[in-house]
């Protein structure tokens, strides 16, 4: 089901296809051939600027579809980045996906609250308590950093540091253009 998104009063982002650049329209192109097959929100706010577009794109499809991680440690630690940073826009896209990988309604409602949440696989939780430490704490206690690199592993951490990364880029598009929450009922 496609969901239209529509642009908040006094804030347009959307380009026109007649109207974009070449390097604007190659890009689009691009992304809808790529591992994502549609173009991101975010992304079409960013196409402004082809360059950081570009930038941008290869750093998305590294982090959110190639990068070694479960889809459930990125729907986990994406919620907590917009619970984190109060992205109403980025909660509710992520949400649904979170609920279609079985993330349960009592962990939902925690990440939400921005309470502890608890996830039975060990490397979900570890990169949960990572995600949340960062932004909530903004401190990695040296109990949790070794952790970290004995579940994760550095490489992992890595990836994981650039998922909060992204979502918090992603939020502050979002946010900055006011992006509304859809009416999926309409």
């Given at each position: ?5 529509p ?21 689009v ?8 097959k ?69 962990q ?36 949790l ?31 900055f253009?006011r ?8």
């Amino acid at each position: 089901m496609a969901i239209h998104i529509p642009e908040a009063p006094g804030r347009p982002f959307r380009i026109p296809p007649g109207e974009m650049s070449e390097p604007q329209s190659n890009l689009v192109q691009r992304i809808l051939a790529g591992p994502r097959k549609d173009l991101p929100i975010n992304m079409e706010i960013w196409l402004h600027s082809p360059a950081f577009a570009e930038v941008a794109n290869s750093f998305a499809e590294y982090v959110g579809h190639r990068a070694p991680m479960s889809k459930r440690i990125k729907e986990i630690t994406i919620l907590v980045v917009a619970a984190f940073w109060g992205s109403r826009f980025e909660w509710f896209w992520h949400e649904r996906l979170a609920r279609q990988l079985g993330i349960d309604e009592g962990q939902i409602a925690q990440l939400k609250e921005r309470q502890a949440a608890g996830f039975d696989d060990p490397v979900e939780q570890t990169a949960y308590e990572v995600a949340f430490a960062l932004l909530e704490r903004r401190d990695m206690d040296d109990e949790l950093h070794a952790r970290a690199v004995r579940i994760l592993g550095h490489a992992a951490v890595a990836d994981l540091i650039g998922l909060i990364g992204l979502y918090t880029m992603v939020a502050f598009t979002l946010d900055f253009y006011r992006v509304p929450v859809p009416d999926i009922a309409a």
